[in-house]
């Protein structure tokens, strides 16, 4: 009988730790205000959120050592292209030594937005337990929307809730 239901108990409990875990990386709760933060740019410019707002904020929380971080921001450089005159799209670094992500951001020829994130405060006021982690901001300064964790056709998702967001902000001015 033990070896009838041990199974059965096995898949049960994983699945409870499973679903506690998932509970556990939720980021900011949507329609929450997202944290104002101040971080300096790789070329010396200070970023306030608070100073923002009229139009969406979209970040992509990152390390140059992180594989799936690697993998998401060729479409991070795709909307800052696409959609930096509508929107303000900020690729978050964390922890990294500038000179490192200089030269990462050089090699692979990516030109948007990185704040240093030196102290991983920010990353902690936004609840950033994994990389990458993306939460896009609206023109008044709500999240509206969380994504924990790339992988693939993610991206369309990220494209179809910016173009929302950039859609409310034109409509309310």
């Known amino acids: 009988m033990y070896k009838r239901w041990f199974p059965i108990v096995a898949v049960v409990a ?3 730790v499973g679903a506690h875990a998932l509970l556990q990386q939720q980021g900011m709760p949507i329609g929450t205000e997202a944290p104002d933060f101040r971080l300096e740019t790789l070329d010396g410019k200070v970023i306030a959120l608070s100073k923002l707002r009229g139009k969406p904020v979209f970040i992509d929380f990152w390390a140059t050592w992180c594989g799936p971080c690697r993998r998401a921001l060729p479409h991070t450089q795709k909307l800052a ?23 990462f951001l050089q090699k692979n020829n990516y030109t948007f937005t990185v704040p240093m994130d030196t102290t991983g405060e920010v990353a902690t006021a936004y609840r950033v337990r994994g990389i990458p982690h993306f939460v896009l901001i609206d023109a008044q300064g709500k999240v509206q929307f969380v994504q924990i964790g790339y992988g693939p056709g993610i991206e369309q998702k990220f494209e179809t809730e910016l173009q929302k967001a950039i859609r409310a902000a034109q409509a309310s001015r």
């Open 14 to 16: 994983l699945t409870a």
């Open 81 to 103: 292209e696409k959609y930096g005159k509508d929107a303000h799209i900020l690729a978050i670094n964390l922890k990294e030594d500038p000179e490192i992500v200089r030269e």
